[in-house]
């Protein structure tokens, strides 16, 4: 069964930075795309940044210059930097892997929270 671990969470004031992990686990067929999402309270959920297996990357326009994806494929790991944060950043982040016929997988989320 494939799994998403998140991690790299917690709390950091205004400017600081953060590097969330996306561990996948359960199988060895490549994903098309891995992508970080968040999630504030209120709010839907939105993409934040996303890599495709041919490593085309896509970032959000609020984080663009602020927030730089990769991935480890020895690893089997998504990583998330994440600097120079604002409040606004705050929310629970997720990852996502999508296969090529279109099944998704969810990890269960880390929470981000900037204080100003």
């Known amino acids: 069964q494939v799994q998403f671990v998140e991690s790299g969470g917690g709390l950091v004031q205004a400017g600081g930075s953060l590097k969330l992990s996306c561990a996948a686990s359960g199988s060895t067929l490549p994903f098309n795309v891995i992508g970080w999402y968040r999630q504030a309270p209120g709010k839907e959920r939105e993409l934040v940044a996303d890599?495709?297996?041919?490593?085309?990357?896509n970032y959000a326009d609020s984080v663009k210059g602020r927030f730089t994806i990769s991935r480890d494929r020895a690893k089997n790991t998504v990583y998330l930097q994440m600097d120079s944060l604002k409040p606004e950043d705050t929310a629970v982040y997720y990852c996502?892997?999508?296969?090529?016929?279109?099944?998704?997988?969810w990890g269960q989320g880390t929470q981000v929270t900037v204080s100003s």
């Open positions: 996502k892997g999508t296969r090529s016929w279109g099944s998704e997988y």
């Open positions: 890599i495709r297996s041919g490593g085309r990357i």
